[in-house]
Each structure stands twice: as structure tokens, then as C-alpha cells.
RNA sequence: CGGGGUGUAGCGAAGGGGCAUCGCGCUGCUUUUGGGAAGCAGAGGCCGCCGGUUCAAAUCCGGCCACCCCGACCA
């Protein structure tokens, strides 16, 4: 009866996410396998997203710019790694015009070598330094398994790209981002995000470092919500990206990048969702308050409808998303219908609360008659911004409770195992090589998530090896 | 690309040579409505595609295609 938080005993995801992501109508599937139809629904989560990566980036000096979707198939030749972590999953266009094209075009399945190219032209002194550039766009990546919003073929995104004069301004950049990253989510998304720095295994192809923010879902899966490249001096070097130095020295410059994508909206499903669908924190919730009127009559309907527009007005006066559901089903259906959406807040009102001047507020992120409260129509609006910032506090704490909880230090392989079993993520000293990586991975399924930044100091013995180790690393199951 | 499976109404399924079926959903009307309502009347089909066998194919045979699940890639 009581819906909980969810657990991994709690719901099978792989059947609840598809199924939820369907019926609260956040996309359907396309003609195209592995692309996704976003509908309103699901745009205005992701929308709450864009923005509130975009006010940040303003506030940090970025300026958005847009390159071409189409890169010459050379561009991506440029840089050895690069291209060999990209050719599995690109998508060519070799025929255009009716004609077969001189040189193919790929599809772009990120920007550093279009925008490199572009860099190269408008950098020329230390003056121009350091540029700061973002763009809103799509991406294709052939991926050979999809999921709805957790990884499509075709993505939307932000890429952010930096060029700097010195290893230290990029790395600085790159750190700056990840924060950026890491506070959207955990004060908007209400996912308590780790932030940490991936493997040479797992760093993005043509990368010096990669650093990541991983979040954990409601299966304690890990999954990466954001990464920040600092890519070193390699982008520059293949696409001529220089500057004149104030020693008048002809100096290569340092490039980062950094992206946020559409993954998001599924990490918030992810995150939150219970065995009664969506829980969705306020901050990014297309609707933050949704209005059920009750009544069995015409006249009745009249009355209620007055009433319910009255307390509209003033909630949307103040600022709260509200929508009205005045459709001809009963208030049962519609209780479930908008909690399977995840809409925070449910505002009842009917005849027998019009009459002692009373509304009815029933919250999302506690179940039941609990999260239910009669309350007076007068002072509505102070009561339900305090309820929204409680659920929005209250729904980060439920997370970051569960997270904590499905963290478990390991000291020997064996103990790694044991966590693999119960689900969860291994937390232990790490001296291995990229071939101890991938041993672990195929014996267990689980992969180095991240070294955590925030690490504890000193040093130990790695579970696996038994070598000293400086660092503590996360392993986990990840999407 | 390997192993397994499925294609029949918008969705989910039954039917295995002889009128194209059922449930949900959809449309209309009526009664309902404080936690997923009910009755009546309707609309909706290239039975994945191409070929073969047959008086007759959704059904049998051959080929093809698409999609799903499990492995190798990933924001």
C-alpha cells in the first residue's frame, strides 16, 4: 500500500523505466530505432534543465554560439584517439545532391574538431584568450544498445569549448564546470552527485583528464550525469590552435570541453522514480502544483471551478507552474494519473472544502494519507511555496540517505563481490592497471566509476592487487 | 556480428487451411464522480513483405525484412 522510496527489491527497473517514460507521456518511440519522439511533457523537464545550466554558464562568461551539424570525415582523422574511440558509432552521409559526395560527411558525434578548426582561425594573440564558448545542439552516436533518454542514437546537449593559454587556466576551467555540473544537479536535479576524475580506461577519447559527476539510481546503478574535459594541449596541436604569447613566442593553446545531455531527464526518473511512477523535485517539474477539482453536479462544478481559478490566479501570481485538470474522469483516476506523472504537489478542492474555506494538499514525496493535509485557502500560496521547498529538500535528502546507504568500502576482492551481489557501489584503495580494470569488469560486471576528488588522505592497500594506493576509487554497475 | 524470440486494429493478445476474433483504448448517448466507474450503441484490418502449394492461405512451404531480449561500445 505505502509507496517507498525506491529500493532495488522495491521494483524491477528495467520494465518500470520504459514503461513510465510511455505512459507519462515524456516520449514515444520513433520510426528510427534507438531515436526517441520528445514530447511537451518530457521537453519542459529538459527545458528546466537547459536553463538552469544556461543561467550558470552565463554567470561564468560563456557565450553560446552554433557550428555545423555536417564535419568532414578528415576533421575527425586528425586526432589518432579521437577518431578510433569514434568510428564504431558514427553516421556518414555519402550521397547528397543526388550525388555521391568527394569526401563523406559524419555526422557530428560531438564538436572539438569543427570548432577546433574554427578556434584555430579566431585565436590569434594571448589578447583573444581565454575563449569561452557553449552550444545547444544534437549529436548521433550509433550506440548498439538504447534506452529512452539514458542513451538514444541522437541526443540533444550543451558542449562547452574552451581554449586557454596555460595547463593550469584549462584545468581550472575544467574543475569550474564540473561544479557547475555538480551544483545544477544536486540543488535543481536533487541528485547528490559524486564528483570525481575517470580512468585512463574510461577518459574520453583524445582527453588528458576527464572528470565526471556520477549519480545513483533508484537500482544503485551508477550512472554519469555530466563529464569535463580537460583535453591538454592535444586538440590544439592537431588543429593548429595557437597564439602569440606577450613574450611574442608562438605558444599552442590548452582546450577543454564539457557536456550535459538529455540523460538528465532520465537520471531524474531514475533517481526518484517509486513503484507509483515519476517523482519529479519541484525545481524542474513542468507542473509544480496540479488542481483536481471534485464535484457531482453542474452547479457544483460552477462553484468549484470559481473557486479553484481564484487560487490558480494567486499561485501562478506568485510564480508556481499550476495546471488544471478539468478533464471528465474521476478524481481517482486523475490522483493516479498526475502521480504516475510525478507532479509534486496535488491541489483538491471540492464542495465540503468550499464551505469551511479549506483546500486540500497532498505532496508526491510522501505517500499516502500522510502526505495529505486539510488546510485554510487563506495564506495558500506562502503554504504551498514552503511545501515546495520542503519537497525539494526532502527529495534530495531521500536520495542522498540512499546513496549513502549503498556505499560500501571494500578491502579485498571477495568484499567487492559481496557488494556486486547485494547491489550497490564498492568504495576501496585502488593500484591497478587498465588490464586489472578490465579483469574486474569481466569477472563481475562493475567498472571504475570515478576516483572521487573528495578523497579521505593517506594512503592503503588495493583490495585486488595488494599494492599500495594513494587513491580511493568507486566501483559500481553503470548504465 | 554471434545465441534466443516475436511480427494479426492505436496497445496487448488468441486463432495453425473455409465469414477476421477477444481485452484495453477510441467515438456517441445515458447514469456516475472525495482514490483507477457502469450500461447501451458505434468506428477501426495490406493478419510484416515477396513468392510458392491449394478450389480456398493469417494459417502450410521458401526467401526476405523489421523489431525485442542476452553478449562486445557509450553522455
Request: net charge negative.
Amino acid at each position: 500500500m505505502a509507496s517507498q522510496a525506491v529500493t532495488p527489491q522495491s521494483v524491477d527497473f528495467s520494465k518500470w523505466y520504459n514503461e513510465i517514460v510511455y505512459r507519462a507521456d515524456l516520449a514515444e518511440q520513433s520510426p528510427v530505432r534507438g531515436c526517441i519522439i520528445i514530447k511537451p511533457y518530457g521537453w519542459e523537464i529538459w527545458e528546466a534543465i537547459r536553463n538552469g545550466l544556461d543561467r550558470r554558464f552565463k554567470e561564468t562568461g560563456h557565450q553560446n554560439a552554433y557550428f555545423p551539424l555536417f564535419i568532414p570525415e578528415s576533421y575527425l582523422k586528425r586526432e589518432a584517439e579521437h577518431v578510433e574511440g569514434f568510428s564504431p558509432e558514427l553516421a556518414v552521409v555519402t550521397h547528397a545532391g543526388g550525388k555521391q559526395l568527394e569526401e563523406p560527411l559524419v555526422v557530428r558525434p560531438t564538436s572539438e574538431t569543427i570548432i577546433g578548426e574554427a578556434f584555430a582561425k579566431w585565436i590569434q594573440s594571448y589578447r583573444d584568450l581565454p575563449l569561452l564558448m557553449n552550444q545547444w545542439a544534437n549529436v548521433v552516436r550509433w550506440e548498439m544498445r538504447t534506452r529512452p533518454f539514458l542513451r538514444t542514437a541522437e541526443f540533444l546537449w550543451q558542449e562547452g569549448h574552451t581554449a586557454h593559454a596555460t595547463h593550469d587556466e584549462a584545468e581550472a576551467e575544467t574543475l569550474q564546470m564540473l561544479d557547475v555540473y555538480a551544483d545544477f544537479s544536486i540543488t535543481e536535479a536533487a541528485i547528490p552527485v559524486v564528483k570525481g576524475l575517470k580512468s585512463d580506461n574510461e577518459k574520453f577519447a583524445g582527453a588528458l583528464r576527464t572528470y565526471c559527476i556520477e549519480g545513483m539510481m533508484g537500482d544503485a546503478k551508477a550512472l554519469q550525469a555530466g563529464t569535463s574535459h580537460n583535453l591538454g594541449q592535444n586538440f590544439a596541436k592537431a588543429f593548429n590552435i595557437k597564439y602569440l604569447s606577450r613574450e611574442n613566442v608562438e605558444e599552442y593553446c590548452w582546450t577543454t570541453s564539457w557536456g550535459m545531455s538529455t540523460r538528465m531527464v532520465g537520471a531524474i526518473i531514475m533517481a526518484h522514480g517509486d513503484d507509483k511512477g515519476l517523482r519529479l523535485p519541484p525545481k524542474v517539474a513542468p507542473f509544480q502544483v496540479v488542481a483536481v477539482p471534485v464535484y457531482k453536479n453542474d452547479s457544483e462544478e460552477g462553484m468549484v471551478m470559481e473557486t479553484i481559478t481564484r487560487l490558480v490566479k494567486e499561485l501562478r501570481a506568485a510564480g508556481i507552474r499550476v495546471h488544471v485538470d478539468n478533464r471528465e474522469e474521476s478524481p481517482g483516476f486523475k490522483y493516479n494519473d498526475w502521480e504516475m506523472r510525478g507532479v509534486p504537489v496535488r491541489l483538491e478542492i471540492g464542495p465540503k472544502d468550499i464551505e469551511k474555506n479549506n483546500a486540500v494538499l497532498a505532496r508526491r514525496d510522501v505517500p499516502g494519507k500522510e502526505g495529505k493535509q486539510f488546510v485554510s485557502q487563506e495564506g495558500l500560496v506562502a503554504r504551498v511555496r514552503d511545501l515546495l521547498d520542503d519537497i525539494q529538500a526532502n527529495m534530495l535528502r531521500q536520495a542522498t540517505e540512499f546513496r549513502d546507504s549503498h556505499i560500501h568500502d571494500v578491502k579485498s576482492y571477495d568484499e567487492l563481490k559481496v557488494v556486486v551481489e547485494q547491489g550497490g557501489w564498492a568504495r576501496g584503495w585502488w593500484a591497478g592497471s587498465s588490464e586489472d580494470e578490465k579483469r574486474v569488469k569481466d569477472e563481475t560486471g562493475v567498472t571504475l566509476r570515478c576516483f572521487p576528488l573528495e578523497q579521505p588522505g593517506g594512503s592503503g592497500i588495493c583490495w585486488l592487487t595488494g599494492k599500495p594506493a594513494e587513491k580511493i576509487a568507486l566501483f559500481g554497475k553503470a548504465y
